[in-house]
C-alpha cells in the first residue's frame, strides 16, 4: 500500500510560473526523497531530505519537511515545458534489521504549458 | 553500463503463461529492488536484495511471484501462470549503500522498465 498522498493529482502551469507540490505520509522516517518519472521512462532521483532537516535547494527545487504535520513540499521555480513528468514523493523508513525499501505516493502528474 | 538496464521493455503474454524479467543493476551496486507500478500510480515494492541475499520479500503479492540474483549482480523476476491483474510496469532500481543508520539509504537508480501485458 502507498504510504503518501501527494496533492494536487494534477497541476497545469504556464512556462515561467513557480509549481508547487505537497505530499504527506503516515510513518515515522529516516529520509524523504523526490523523484521525476517523464512518460515510459523510469523515475530519476530529484533530492532527498533527512529527518534532522526543514529545507533544502537544488538548483531550481527546494524541498521542505515538516515532520510534525509528517509532509511535505516540492517547489519548482521558473517551470519550463522540459519540467513536464510526473512527481514523486518516497519515504524512507528503514531499519537495520527491516524494511530497507522506499514506499511512494501516488504521484503529482505537471503538465508545463509553453 | 552507465545505468540500470532491464530487459525486455516490453512483454505480451497469454494468461497462464511464464515469464521472465531482467535486471542489470548498475555495476558494484549491493542493493536491488524491485517494484510494481499500475498504470497512474506510484511503485509498490516487491522485493529487495543485498548481493546474493533475497533479505525482504513481503512485497511479492502472491507465491507465483519468485526472484532471484544468485551472483549478486544480475536479477532476475519470474512471475508463473500469469493473470492479468499482473499487467503493470515493473521497475528495477539499484543503489550503492548499505544501511546507513538513522538517515535511510542512498538514493535508488532506475531502470525504464518492463511493460507487461497479459491477455
Known amino acids: 500500500s502507498q504510504q503518501g498522498e501527494e496533492d494536487p493529482q494534477a497541476l497545469s502551469i504556464q512556462e515561467g510560473e513557480n509549481a508547487t507540490m505537497n505530499c504527506s505520509y503516515k510513518?515515522?522516517?529516516?529520509?524523504l526523497q523526490w523523484y521525476r518519472q517523464n512518460s515510459g521512462r523510469g523515475l530519476v532521483h530529484l533530492i532527498l531530505?533527512?529527518?534532522?532537516?526543514r529545507e533544502k535547494h537544488s538548483g531550481r527545487l527546494r524541498v521542505t519537511l515538516d515532520t510534525s504535520k509528517k509532509s511535505s513540499s516540492l517547489l519548482i521555480t521558473a517551470s519550463r515545458a522540459a519540467d513536464t513528468a510526473s512527481y514523486f514523493c518516497?519515504?524512507?523508513?528503514?531499519?537495520?534489521?527491516?524494511?530497507?525499501?522506499?514506499?511512494f505516493g501516488s504521484g503529482t502528474r505537471l503538465q508545463v504549458q509553453p | 553500463g552507465a545505468g540500470v538496464s532491464q530487459s525486455p521493455r516490453y512483454k505480451v503474454a497469454k494468461r497462464g503463461q511464464d515469464v521472465a524479467l531482467r535486471c542489470d543493476p548498475i555495476s558494484g551496486h549491493v542493493s536491488l529492488f524491485w517494484y510494481q507500478q499500475a498504470l497512474g500510480q506510484g511503485p509498490e515494492f516487491l522485493t529487495y536484495f543485498q548481493n546474493e541475499a533475497q533479505l525482504d520479500k513481503s512485497g511479492l503479492p502472491s507465491d507465483r511471484f519468485f526472484a532471484e540474483r544468485p551472483e549478486g549482480s544480475v536479477s532476475t523476476l519470474k512471475i508463473q501462470r500469469t493473470q492479468q491483474e499482473d499487467s503493470a510496469v515493473y521497475l528495477c532500481a539499484s543503489s550503492s549503500s548499505q544501511y546507513r543508520g538513522m538517515f535511510g539509504n542512498q538514493p535508488q537508480h532506475f531502470g525504464d522498465g518492463t511493460r507487461l501485458s497479459i491477455l
Open positions: 518516497a519515504t524512507d523508513a528503514s531499519s537495520g534489521t527491516g524494511r530497507r525499501a522506499l514506499t
Open positions: 531530505i533527512r529527518s534532522n532537516e
Open positions: 510513518t515515522s522516517i529516516n529520509n
